[in-house]
């Protein structure tokens, strides 16, 4: 079992910004990607991070965390 949660992580995707997102900007469907490994927020997770705003400057790729919005 140990194995299989590893490989979950590994080809389960997170959320990330397409493009540089600004501190006050909406996030919108179109502003996310989904990217390999899962060391964020999960791809499935994606309705509860549409429509809240970034609190800090997050940039284009970088892995999502809670932390990141409102």
């Known amino acids: 079992m140990p194995l299989e949660v590893y490989h979950r992580k590994?080809?389960?995707?997170?959320?990330?910004?397409?493009?540089?997102?600004?501190?006050?900007?909406?996030?919108?469907?179109?502003?996310?990607?989904?990217?390999?490994?899962?060391?964020g927020i999960d791809a499935r997770d994606y309705k509860e991070v549409v429509g809240k705003k970034v609190i800090k400057k997050v940039c284009k790729n970088q892995e999502l965390s809670k932390n990141d919005f409102i």
């Open 10 to 39: 590994i080809f389960r995707r997170a959320l990330c910004p397409s493009n540089e997102l600004r501190k006050g900007k909406k996030i919108s469907e179109k502003d996310l990607v989904c990217l390999r490994p899962n060391r």
